[in-house]
């Protein structure tokens, strides 16, 4: 859904299964000796490396009548029978292979991007899935979008990109204007990002049916960890008419989906006969200035309580 116009005013101053991604590694030629360059651990290694998805397993393990193993995954791909020598493979579990891997110790997966962790070689999966070193979505709503990064580089991705508007401050006004407001689909209206504190937030604003029912939501969220989120608070406003609706809270991590974030009702929400009372008018275009600002609540050492740092 396209906007017919926009006018932007910003004010300067100043474990799931499916959500776990096995650790790789690289196939090597296996010869009757040994190179002196490859080590014991990387040896290990190529043992738990399942033939056919070349990820490493986990149990069970399975192998066929000739010694031959992979995962529990492809077991059901290769329809039962072992890709290397064709056998039918049965219901064997390869438990020494899965003990041995009990005894192994192997850096998080996202170690390159600065996780300095080392565990046990079955506990690794459920770090990896919650590391706070694992890169983040885009958190584009508009479309599909696949990109993953860490958070300098989601912040170009969007700018080249998706070409979404950029502002340096923490407080915002922002005027929505739609010729047609009865055609509401569950579609993405805006996303505009903000620089403030040395962190950047995105501010999402849509429409979207809620049951029978069109409505019109505004909610911020921040770009990096749900730990660090909780630093800051924000506040939305819209009103007209000597009336408005303001909303106040602590933006969600992108960590969670804009759906989800969207779904919980995590946000200024308006009625669309509210939005168009805020219109004015004839009620028959929607006008809506949504204002707001963001702080960072600080702890007050001496009475122990938080106060918020305002931008100036």
């Given at each position: 859904?396209e906007?017919?116009s926009?006018?932007?005013?910003?004010s300067?101053?100043?474990i799931?299964?499916?959500?776990?991604?096995?650790?790789?590694?690289s196939?090597k030629?296996?010869?009757?000796?040994v190179?002196?360059?490859i080590?014991p651990?990387?040896?290990?290694?190529e043992?738990?490396e399942?033939?056919?998805?070349t990820?490493?397993?986990?149990?069970?393990?399975?192998?066929?009548?000739?010694?031959?193993?992979?995962?529990?995954?492809?077991?059901?791909?290769?329809h039962?029978?072992?890709?290397?020598?064709?056998?039918?493979?049965?219901?064997?579990r390869?438990?020494?292979?899965?003990?041995?891997?009990?005894?192994?110790e192997?850096?998080?997966?996202?170690?390159?991007?600065?996780?300095?962790?080392?565990?046990?070689?079955?506990?690794?999966?459920?770090?990896?899935?919650q590391?706070n070193?694992?890169p983040?979505?885009c958190?584009?709503?508009?479309?599909?979008?696949?990109?993953?990064?860490?958070?300098?580089?989601?912040?170009?991705?969007?700018?080249?990109?998706h070409?979404?508007?950029m502002?340096?401050?923490?407080?915002?006004?922002?005027?929505?204007?739609?010729?047609?407001?009865?055609?509401?689909?569950?579609?993405?209206?805006?996303?505009?990002v903000?620089?403030?504190?040395?962190?950047?937030?995105?501010?999402?604003?849509?429409?979207f049916?809620l049951?029978?029912?069109?409505?019109?939501?505004?909610?911020?969220?921040?770009?990096?960890?749900?730990?660090?989120a909780?630093n800051?608070?924000?506040?939305?406003?819209?009103?007209?008419?000597?009336?408005?609706?303001?909303?106040e809270?602590?933006?969600?991590s992108?960590?969670?989906?804009?759906?989800?974030?969207?779904?919980?009702?995590?946000?200024?929400?308006?009625?669309?006969?509210?939005?168009?009372?805020?219109?004015?008018?004839d009620?028959?275009?929607?006008k809506?200035?949504?204002?707001?600002?963001?702080?960072?609540?600080?702890?007050n050492?001496?009475?122990?309580?938080?106060?918020?740092?305002?931008?100036?």
């Amino acid at each position: 859904m396209e906007l017919d116009s926009i006018e932007c005013v910003s004010s300067s101053d100043g474990i799931d299964e499916e959500e776990i991604h096995h650790h790789q590694f690289s196939s090597k030629p296996h010869n009757n000796v040994v190179p002196s360059a490859i080590s014991p651990a990387t040896s290990v290694h190529e043992l738990l490396e399942c033939p056919v998805c070349t990820n490493s397993m986990y149990p069970p393990i399975h192998q066929c009548h000739n010694g031959h193993t992979l995962c529990s995954t492809c077991k059901t791909r290769v329809h039962n029978r072992c890709p290397t020598c064709r056998q039918e493979l049965g219901d064997i579990r390869c438990l020494a292979l899965e003990k041995v891997a009990e005894s192994l110790e192997l850096p998080c997966k996202y170690c390159s991007l600065g996780c300095p962790e080392i565990f046990p070689y079955y506990s690794k999966l459920k770090h990896e899935a919650q590391c706070n070193f694992r890169p983040y979505n885009c958190p584009y709503a508009g479309s599909e979008c696949s990109v993953v990064g860490d958070i300098p580089f989601l912040v170009a991705h969007l700018r080249d990109d998706h070409k979404v508007d950029m502002h340096t401050g923490c407080t915002f006004n922002h005027r929505y204007v739609k010729s047609n407001p009865r055609e509401v689909e569950n579609a993405t209206w805006m996303l505009t990002v903000f620089n403030c504190f040395g962190q950047y937030f995105c501010l999402h604003f849509e429409a979207f049916q809620l049951g029978m029912a069109p409505v019109y939501m505004a909610f911020l969220r921040f770009m990096g960890d749900e730990t660090e989120a909780r630093n800051y608070s924000y506040s939305l406003e819209v009103g007209a008419n000597g009336r408005k609706l303001i909303w106040e809270g602590t933006p969600r991590s992108i960590r969670d989906s804009h759906r989800k974030v969207r779904d919980s009702h995590d946000g200024l929400i308006i009625q669309r006969n509210m939005a168009l009372f805020f219109s004015g008018g004839d009620r028959k275009e929607l006008k809506l200035r949504v204002t707001g600002r963001i702080w960072k609540e600080q702890q007050n050492p001496d009475a122990g309580v938080c106060i918020p740092n305002l931008c100036s």
